[in-house]
């Protein structure tokens, strides 16, 4: 377990559901509360989720995404989502909260692999 992983998720649902399935491949380190969040410690990861819950979450998330070499973006906020998706970020693996368990892990797992992260 060399790769280490950075989750913010200040709804904890889904730093929960990462480090139930990658826990055993990777070093998993979470922030769920925005005021501990300190992005300047960020460039010690190689792979992000970042869940962005409301506006606040989306300011991190400009602050850091240009620092991250392997980068998740989520939102079960369908407008956030979209506006974060029109920002055509390059690299970055959007997740669609629409899908089911099954094929989110799919997806994960297919960019996780393609990046030889897992």
């Given at each position: 377990?060399?790769?280490?992983?950075?989750?913010?998720?200040?709804?904890?649902?889904?730093?929960?559901?990462?480090?139930?399935?990658?826990?055993?491949?990777?070093?998993?380190?979470?922030?769920?509360?925005?005021?501990?969040?300190?992005?300047?410690?960020?460039?010690?990861?190689?792979?992000?989720?970042?869940?962005?819950?409301?506006?606040?979450?989306?300011?991190?998330?400009m602050k850091i995404y240009t620092k991250m070499e392997h980068f998740f973006i989520g939102s079960p906020n369908k407008i956030i989502g979209e506006k974060i998706e029109n920002l055509h970020y390059e690299g970055v693996v959007f997740l669609n909260f629409n899908n089911n368990k099954y094929e989110l892990l799919e997806t994960i797992n297919y960019h996780l692999m393609l990046k030889d992260v897992i």
């Open positions: 377990m060399e790769r280490k992983t950075y989750i913010y998720d200040t709804s904890k649902g889904f730093s929960s559901f990462i480090k139930h399935y990658y826990s055993d491949k990777m070093i998993i380190d979470v922030c769920t509360n925005k005021k501990n969040f300190n992005f300047e410690d960020i460039k010690n990861y190689g792979t992000c989720f970042f869940i962005v819950n409301d506006m606040d979450d989306f300011f991190n998330l």
